[in-house]
């Protein structure tokens, strides 16, 4: 069938460099926000979040930024590895019981051995 | 892992058939979305629900319909299907808590229209 929006971005890296993965998000209400990953196949996979009160995160070799003045969103990976290929997405929530998670467009990672 | 499920994981199926895609999830969450997603490209939320008895169009149209009679179950019908139906459809679910909270996404399903 005819395929629906754009196609992804690509981020190609060396493995073992460090990746950073951006993304603007829409809503300055959002005080939510999270990184998915989708690997080929699967549905996104949860893997850090982050409120509008703090500016960064830190998980296992992951971080994320937020930049509320801007309304950007980063992920950084530390020293990428081949299972770190895949789609990232980001997804913003205002911090509203009743309202929805919205999805950013996505990139691709791929990472050369 | 999540307790969020999908089936089929691939259908292939005639042009004009009725299908309905299957959704369960176990975790009392209040909140399910359906997602469409083409190969290397952007998810589009074509349908959400707040809970039992709520259902929403979301931000894509879609041909598609859903209902949601119980709390851990959302299928998604298509009456007839097309060509133009074929691509992945990813489900979701949330808590509603005050300060939002991850969604988690089950494996989705490949549809194939010929």
């Known amino acids: 069938g005819e395929s629906v929006g754009l196609h992804l971005p690509t981020l190609s890296v060396q493995e073992g460099d460090n990746s950073i993965i951006n993304c603007a998000y829409s809503n300055s209400a959002s005080d939510y926000f999270i990184w998915y990953k989708q690997e080929s196949g699967k549905g996104p996979q949860f893997i850090i979040d982050?409120?509008?009160?703090?500016d960064k995160r830190q998980g296992q070799r992951v971080t994320v930024l937020l930049n509320k003045t801007v309304k950007h969103l980063s992920l950084q990976i530390a020293a990428t590895q081949p299972g770190d290929s895949a789609v990232y997405f980001c997804a913003e929530n205002m911090g509203n019981a009743g309202n929805m998670l919205t999805f950013g467009g996505g990139t691709r990672l791929m990472v050369k051995p | 892992e999540a307790d969020i499920y999908q089936t089929p994981r691939y259908l292939v199926i005639g042009t004009g058939k009725k299908i309905t895609l299957e959704c369960s999830q176990t975790?009392?969450?209040?909140?399910m979305y359906w997602y469409q997603q083409d190969p290397g490209m952007e998810l589009h939320l074509i349908h959400y629900s707040y809970g039992v008895n709520s259902t929403e169009k979301g931000d894509l149209s879609s041909e598609s319909t859903v209902s949601r009679i119980r709390t851990e179950h959302f299928p998604l019908t298509l009456e007839s299907a097309r060509p133009s139906h074929t691509s992945q459809y990813l489900c979701?679910?949330?808590?509603?808590?005050?300060?939002?909270?991850?969604?988690?996404f089950g494996q989705g399903t490949r549809l194939t229209v010929v």
């Open positions: 982050i409120r509008s009160n703090m």
């Open positions: 975790m009392g969450h209040d909140k």
């Open positions: 979701a679910s949330s808590a509603s808590i005050r300060d939002g909270t991850e969604a988690f």
